[in-house]
Nanobody, 125 residues
């Protein structure tokens, strides 16, 4: 069973950048597909990005495509979310998630078995 801990959230002005990190422990990191999701107050948890176990396959939500980049370092057991050109509507709690297996990446939250505690990202206008 893998444990996930996010970091790197904070307050940033619109147009700025942040990089989120998610450190994993307790499992073989390369055996997991990884995703980032976000949840704004009063809204459902939305898919942001996902990455395959090799990093070769990456999927993004349309709302972040071209602005966010997901990556992973299997040697460091860490997945990253580089966020550029941030907008106020990006404000949310960001969660990383892991799904066991080396198959196709998924965009549905229900597919992911393990979740971090979340990190707050606030973008001011």
């Amino acid at each position: 069973q893998v444990q996930l801990v996010e970091s790197g959230g904070g307050l940033v002005q619109a147009g700025g950048s942040l990089t989120l990190s998610c450190a994993a422990s307790g499992g073989t990191f390369s055996n997991y597909r990884l995703g980032w999701f976000r949840q704004a107050p009063g809204k459902v948890r939305d898919f942001v990005a996902a990455i395959s176990w090799t990093g070769a396959n990456r999927v993004y939500a349309d709302s972040v495509k071209g602005r966010f980049t997901i990556s992973r370092d299997n040697a460091k057991n860490t997945v990253y979310l580089q966020m550029n050109s941030l907008k106020p509507e990006d404000t949310a709690v960001y969660y990383c998630a892991a799904e066991a297996g080396r198959g196709l990446v998924h965009t549905l939250a229900a597919a992911y078995e393990y979740w971090g505690q979340g990190t707050q990202v606030t973008v001011s206008s």
